[in-house]
């Protein structure tokens, strides 16, 4: 059984975004990210490497939910299952993105940025969504704005949140859980550090996420 958005965004407080450029750092890194307590995953298409890294994680990996992220073109959905992704991630949304997700067998968690994407998203019944880039987009000033017209919609903010600004995301009512690249710095990666990242995740896994707190 593949998860629903809600319940991959109550998994965990944080997502982190991943880049992974060479196959071979997929599978120690996601289990670094598990050990420090992150099991949701999400691997950007944004590489080469990303679908096999995918691929990777969900043979050897079972206890991480990993998702394909960075999709932005229809045929990615049917990629990202065929590869073994769990869940779906864009940075937009539009209506043939939303039912190539759904003809995947696959939840998509789709980003907006504006009150009329909210919309869009709402008349295909989702209500769990990415507020994308957050930082760029009024933060949490935005969120709480949000909550107005759309008391029953639920976010998972990702784009420029960091270790000094996730606590302030999650404290808000309507987010459930943020995502965010600074658990696996790039930096890390090529040093094979899977260590530091263990310990970065450590730091904000403690920090339940709102559907379960
Ligand atoms: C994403 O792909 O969702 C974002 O690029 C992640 O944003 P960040 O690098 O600011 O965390």
Request: with cysteine; proline share 8%.
């Amino acid at each position: 059984m593949t998860p629903t958005i809600a319940e991959v965004m109550g998994r965990a407080p944080v997502i982190p975004v991943l880049e992974i450029e060479d196959r071979a750092q997929a599978v120690p890194l996601a289990r670094a990210l598990v050990a420090g307590g992150l099991p949701v995953l999400e691997v950007t298409l944004r590489t080469g490497a990303a679908l096999e890294a995918v691929a990777a994680i969900r043979r050897e990996v079972p206890e991480a939910l990993v998702g394909v992220g960075t999709v932005t073109r229809v045929g990615h959905c049917r990629e990202a299952a065929d590869a073994g992704a769990s869940f779906l991630v864009s940075p937009g949304v539009t209506e043939r993105l939303l039912a190539a997700a759904e003809a995947a067998g696959l939840g998509l968690l789709p980003g907006i940025a504006t009150a009329s994407e909210i919309i869009l998203a709402g008349e295909a019944g989702l209500r769990h969504l990415k507020f994308f880039p957050a930082e760029a987009n009024g933060g949490t000033a935005a969120l709480r704005a949000l909550r107005g017209p759309f008391p029953d919609v639920r976010f998972c903010p990702t784009g420029g949140v960091r270790p000094q600004n996730f606590l302030d995301y999650l404290s808000l009512p309507n987010v459930l859980c943020v995502g965010g690249s600074w658990l696996a710095p790039a930096s890390a990666l090529a040093a094979g550090d899977w260590d530091r990242i263990t310990d970065l995740a450590r730091q904000v896994s403690g920090e339940r996420p709102r559907a379960l707190a």
